[in-house]
């Protein structure tokens, strides 16, 4: 090893600058201003497809979708300071196949607050029959599809957005996308720049569109954003905090993994924000834990995926239970001590939530309780833990987490059990009219 | 065993998809996208290794990768957001599945056996699962506590307050007129081709199930048009 000593870097030859407080100062901003790293690749070497977008738009090829002022825009920066528009209402729930199927109190907590913060539903937003997943789990899982069949599923679903007003009395455009999945979210991201980008591609789908009816005036719909739910959580946190939370959470110890179909794919489009972990990391899902008062715990491995790996959960779930084990769970725990890891995706909060009791097989005996930051959110906003945030779902602790917030699990789980007999007698309660997601009634 | 031909045209194939040239723009060998891969920790396999495979061109030991490495690649797309080149190993992999689907390889069907329930459900439901698919039984690995609420599964799906998710066979309700249209998308796009060339009998059923289910849309745009008139 070499003896040189330095006076910055890294390693064992690491000594402090001494520098006073001012020369600190005129140093880092040196530092920040020509090593950025958003600088870095920023501008020249990277095309905004958004741009090319409008082009295609003032050339009469396509229609965009726009985010106006009814939606309540909000503007956020991402990872190379772009801007983007985040619509706050007249929101469509494009729902994700994981999350109703298997991780239900994701989309009922976030429609709860919606709800919460005076939202009304069939204006503020909708959830309809109309639609059927990105298909992407399986294109990425099996291989199974083409770019052509996800870019007309994506063009089909955001057409049904675009007009789904219509027979509520509202004018084409009224609701926006929200998409509740981080694998739809990178799906459609990578999708719509294929299609601007592709002119052949978009001659083949119109034909389909076209032959479906899913065409206005004879063009393709496109968004001007493609929105994540946790974009939503993100703009909204201080409202939902300062309006709704009920419970102190300060005492917990929480870990986050973000979700790589978020925040690696069509990475430019992903959220930071300086005031969350320096800008160093996605801000969506740490934003809210942070703005509600959390201790929000560092791990070393946060930059790891979760180990889903869409055909390994199904079939390759050595892999699956180990990665998420080794490389989440077990560092969760050892380094940050957490009583909490947050997902803000789907794929990610199935495999860390499901795969830990197996862990026992090899004397790995580590439990983490896993939910989804809208789920952690609205029980801090007090919530209904079953009959709301639905933990009877997750295999994780989960009662472990809501005890420390407070909430006797027990009490809790009685009132539901007795809810049960009344939803088996038909006395069913809704978030919003059921008649609002028949969308084939709405149709006739 | 494939001829140099066949593998030449598999070859061929794979970087004829107009994805190719954003997915492939040069490799220095740096193995910054293998450093990050979770499936290189786990498997004979490493993102730099198919990247540097196709940017030299080699033909044989591009078709030997597709008979087992590509489907070890978890499409995380860590590689993609790490790799200074801007490649998309993760992309590569994806076109060189299709490509193995396209010809019908035998990797392909092994790889692809345990999908098809999860096939079956996409493309008659456009959900890709369902909550009756994921039931305790079905899973002992995923431990005792999986249901903290003891109940049958319709009720426990009733007490779901959104009217769209109190199914049991499919993620959500989806109309049926969604579930037409997407028929339509998987035909003209060449998915249920796909789904033919992997695996014969599934398709058939498939293609029994969207039948039934066209007649059936068919009936109520009928009655609707009655009623109407």
């Known amino acids: ?444 | 065993m494939a001829t140099y031909a066949e593998m030449q045209e598999i070859f061929d194939d794979i970087r004829r998809d107009f994805r190719y040239e954003h997915e492939l723009n040069g490799c220095l060998n740096c193995g910054i996208c293998t450093a990050t891969c979770p499936s290189a920790q786990f498997y004979d396999y490493s993102p730099r290794e198919i990247v540097q495979l196709l940017w030299t061109e080699n033909v044989e030991q591009v078709y030997d990768a597709m008979q087992e490495k590509i489907w070890a690649c978890a499409q995380c797309m860590t590689c993609a957001a790490r790799c200074p080149f801007k490649n998309s190993p993760g992309g590569l992999v994806a076109i060189m599945r299709e490509v193995a689907i396209k010809h019908g390889m035998q990797s392909a069907k092994d790889v692809l056996r345990p999908f098809g329930r999860v096939m079956l459900k996409l493309i008659t439901t456009g959900n890709q699962l369902s909550p009756d698919m994921i039931q305790p039984d079905h899973f002992p690995d995923w431990g005792p506590n999986i249901q903290k609420v003891e109940g049958d599964l319709k009720t426990l799906r009733k007490a779901i307050p959104m009217k769209t998710l109190q199914t049991t066979d499919t993620a959500w309700e989806v109309s049926l007129k969604t579930s037409v249209e997407m028929y339509t998308i998987w035909e003209d796009t060449g998915v249920l081709k796909q789904l033919e060339t992997m695996d014969e009998n599934l398709f058939d059923v498939i293609e029994d199930f969207i039948d039934e289910k066209r007649e059936e849309y068919e009936e109520w745009r009928e009655e609707h048009e009655e009623s109407e008139a």
């Open chain 1, 1 to 444: 090893m070499s003896e040189t000593k330095g006076i910055a870097g890294h390693g064992a030859f690491f000594q402090p600058t001494n520098l006073s407080a001012e020369d600190a100062r005129k140093a880092t901003a040196w530092v920040e201003k020509v090593i950025d790293k958003r600088a870095v690749e920023l501008g020249e070497r990277m095309d905004d497809v958004r741009d090319h977008m409008w082009e295609l738009e003032k050339e009469g090829e396509i229609i965009v979708h726009r985010i106006t002022d009814a939606h309540k825009p909000v503007m956020v920066k991402t990872l190379f300071g772009w801007d983007k528009k985040i619509p706050t209402s007249q929101l469509w729930h494009h729902k994700s196949c994981g999350q109703c199927g298997n991780i239900p109190g994701y989309p009922t907590s976030l429609l709860w607050t919606m709800n919460g913060l005076g939202m009304v539903p069939g204006r503020d937003y909708l959830d309809e029959t109309d639609q059927t997943s990105c298909t992407a789990w399986n294109y990425h899982g099996s291989g199974i599809g083409n770019v052509e069949s996800l870019a007309a599923v994506f063009l089909r679903n955001f057409h049904q957005a675009y007009v789904s007003g219509k027979k509520l009395g509202h004018q084409p455009g009224h609701f926006y996308p929200l998409v509740h999945c981080g694998t739809s979210f990178g799906n459609y991201k990578e999708v719509r720049k294929y299609l601007v980008e592709n002119a052949t591609l978009r001659e083949r789908v119109k034909k389909i569109l076209g032959k479906l009816g899913r065409l206005v005036d004879g063009k393709l719909v496109l968004p001007e954003e493609v929105v994540h739910y946790s974009d939503w959580v993100h703009v909204m946190r201080n409202e939902i905090v300062s309006r709704l939370q009920k419970i102190d959470v300060s005492k917990l110890r929480v870990t986050v993994h973000m979700a790589c179909h978020y925040s690696k794919m069509v990475h430019e489009d992903a959220i930071y924000d300086p005031e969350v972990m320096g800008g160093n990391r996605a801000a969506t899902g740490t934003g809210m834990a942070q703005a509600l008062g959390a201790q929000v715990i560092d791990y070393s491995t946060w930059y790891d995926c979760c180990g889903f790996g869409f055909r390994h959960i199904i079939s390759e779930r050595e892999f699956t239970r180990s990665f998420t084990i080794d490389r989440k769970i077990k560092v969760a725990r050892e380094e940050a001590n957490a009583d909490l890891m947050l997902g803000i995706d789907t794929g990610c909060i199935t495999t860390m939530d499901k795969n830990q009791w197996i862990g026992k097989a090899h004397e790995q005996q580590y439990s983490l309780p896993i939910m989804a930051d809208i789920q952690f959110a609205a029980l801090a906003c007090g919530a209904d833990p079953f009959k709301i945030v639905q933990l009877q779902w997750h295999a994780s602790p989960c009662e472990e987490v809501v005890e420390k917030m407070g909430i006797s699990w027990d009490d809790a789980k009685k009132k539901f059990e007795a809810y049960l007999q009344d939803v088996k007698a038909g006395k069913i309660e809704y978030l919003y009219d059921p008649k609002l997601a028949d969308s084939m009634a709405r149709a006739a």
